[in-house]
């Protein structure tokens, strides 16, 4: 591990929230339903207030008198940190809704956790971020459990999508050098224990919506060091489009 | 405007003495500036026209979101992507109320769907032209939103309850809208060259479309005089036109652009600017669906609808089991 294991989990987070929230923010205007639409933008608004917050203390830590924004929309594919999760693409409304689910089941213990971090810097972003992934949580289990539990091409929909989706979970809860390095510090938890949540939680409420977990050989790993999915590469063209056409404008 | 061309009833204005005692006692509430409530006895037209007004409204809402919508993916910070989405997602809140307003009047949402699926029911024209730069999204933030707060202000007076209070929510979130907009292009305004440029070019494209918002000139306006004498309508098309030109031009000389129109010039006597005159060809043209962009906002709204079938149907299937395990287990 090179630099501050601080700073690249910062960057971790951000780019998760950032990743994911730009994801969902394309269904503005095409959602199943307005409540649907208002909902999501919802939460794709939050996401992109938390990648900030994280975005700005990387910028800080980093020290080179940068922006969240130069964070966000100056970095190339391999420099972004999300996990593998959160940059498979929308597809259709189950994909996007069981990509929520995986990630938020994660997220709100991580960020539970994080708000304990003997780092002040990061368990403040945790402190503000964590009532959010709470109902983020609330509301993609939800809708997991009763459209799993719907007709048969509900049930269908969701089965596939958590059949694409669950080979990248596993990244989530896999400890490296960063991870290992914050842990000894207590300034992150133990991810073998955000683990153990992980399953009893998904194991439960996948459960409950007649849905099965696949075989779990073959988990992808690689977004936390910067090795990605090829689709990450579209999604920052789009996003850093403006940034990338006119440098040095303001906006 | 966000309602352009509502169709009223064909029938001249009856007086109070030509109505009957029910008609006349509804007038006289009207014209006491007493609200109408969904429950109480209202004229067969009043109740139609409404509907067709406030679903129009709410259709151009829903519809409003696209333009806009392509480009949250694209917003050049975070700050401008978060303030976008949350405009948009204003949009859509404005269409549930507006919406819910119109099914007190006995229309439900999926016959509004329905007919604004299948090109029955209108929407705004401004809709049906491309955001081709950043700097639409300000123009259409500070014209498109300028316009409809012009229109909308009034109407919070109106003589509805329901559209009424809608109308008062609605118009709060719109001047918190067109200030994002002008906000925007006093950046592009005061930024690079080439800027400078995108916003000039996003006001030369937006500027008159913008104009017919209002509808057609009070000449050619025949469904007016009754929706005014109802209070649905506040004021003439031309009235509000005239106002919003008026209101515009100075801020689009603070932000040192052009207003796309040789003949603006203001005119003492009357306390106001003479303009060019509009392309009602091009208006009515988009009415009748071929505008640039009709056949792609219907398109994905369509989509929209039949992709999210499966979505809508599964929770019903889910509430219906519920309930059936509910009884079994009684």
Redesign the interface.
């Known amino acids: 591990m090179t630099g501050d294991p601080v700073f690249e989990f910062a960057l971790r987070m951000g780019d998760n929230c ?1 990743v994911l929230g ?1 994801s969902n ?2 269904w ?11 909902a999501l ?2 939460v ?2 939050d996401l ?2 938390q ?2 917050l994280w ?1 700005s203390l990387a910028a800080e830590l980093q020290g080179e008198d940068k922006s ?2 130069d964070i ?2 100056l970095r190339d594919v391999r420099e972004f940190r999300n996990c593998l999760l959160v940059e498979q693409p929308n597809g ?3 994909q996007t809704l069981m990509r929520q689910f995986l990630f938020d089941a994660w997220h709100l213990p991580m960020l539970t956790a994080l708000v304990r971090s003997t780092n002040v810097r990061i368990s403040e972003v945790a402190e503000k971020s964590v009532k959010e992934a709470a109902y983020h949580l609330e509301r993609s289990t939800d809708l997991v ?3 799993g ?3 048969d ?3 269908d ?1 969701m089965q596939s999508a958590l059949k694409a989706l669950w080979r990248f979970t596993g990244e989530l809860t896999t400890p490296d050098d960063v991870d290992q390095a914050l842990q000894e510090d207590q300034a992150a938890p133990d991810l073998d224990e955000i683990a153990a949540h992980y399953e009893q939680y998904t194991q439960r409420v996948l459960r409950e919506a007649t849905l099965v977990i696949p075989d779990v050989s073959g988990m992808q790993i690689g977004g936390k060091s910067g090795l990605h999915t090829e689709g990450l590469g579209f999604l920052l063209a ?2 850093q ?3 990338r056409m ?1 440098p040095g ?3 | 405007m966000y309602a352009q061309e509502v169709k009223s009833t064909g029938k001249g204005l009856k007086t109070l003495e030509e109505m009957d005692p029910e008609e006349r006692a509804f007038q006289e509430k009207i014209d006491a500036n007493i609200k109408i409530e969904p429950k109480e006895w209202m004229p067969e037209g009043y109740r139609k026209t409404l509907i067709r007004q406030i679903s129009q409204h709410a259709h151009s809402e829903i519809v409003g979101q696209l333009p806009e919508g392509n480009w949250i993916t694209r917003a050049p910070t975070l700050d401008r992507k978060a303030i976008l989405l949350a405009k948009v997602q204003d949009e859509a809140g404005h269409g549930l109320y507006l919406y819910c307003a119109a099914e007190t009047l006995g229309i439900s949402r999926d016959q509004m769907t329905e007919q604004l699926l299948s090109g029955k029911a209108k929407y705004s024209s401004i809709f049906n032209y491309p955001t081709l730069t950043w700097a639409d999204i300000g123009a259409i933030g500070w014209l498109v939103d300028g316009a409809a707060i012009m229109n909308q202000v009034p109407i919070q007076r109106c003589s509805f309850g329901p559209y009424s209070r809608a109308m008062i929510r609605v118009c709060k979130e719109e001047s918190f809208h067109q200030r994002q907009g002008y906000d925007i292009m006093m950046v592009l305004a005061k930024g690079t060259p080439e800027q400078k440029e995108m916003a000039q070019d996003a006001l030369n494209r937006w500027w008159w479309p913008s104009l017919m918002m209002f509808g057609p000139p009070d000449a050619e306006s025949v469904h007016s005089v009754q929706s005014m004498a109802w209070k649905i309508k506040m004021n003439t098309n031309d009235e509000l036109r005239q106002k919003f030109v008026d209101q515009t031009v100075p801020q689009a000389e603070y932000l040192g652009l052009k207003v796309p129109d040789d003949d603006l010039k203001w005119n003492e006597e009357k306390d106001g600017y003479d303009f060019g005159e509009i392309d009602w060809g091009e208006f009515y043209e988009i009415l009748k669906g071929n505008g640039p962009c009709n056949k792609e906002r219907l398109g994905a709204r369509q989509k929209a609808w039949s992709d999210g079938e499966w979505f809508r149907e599964g929770l019903m299937a889910y509430s219906k089991k519920r309930k059936a395990r509910k009884v079994a287990a009684e």
């Open positions: 950032l730009q923010s394309a503005c205007g095409h959602a199943p339903i307005l409540e649907e639409d208002i933008a919802n794709s608004l992109i207030g990648a900030k975005l969240a924004d966000a929309f259709d409304y189950a459990i009763r459209l539990d719907g007709n091409e509900s049930r929909r789009e996003m489009s403006l940034q006119y404008a303001s906006w």
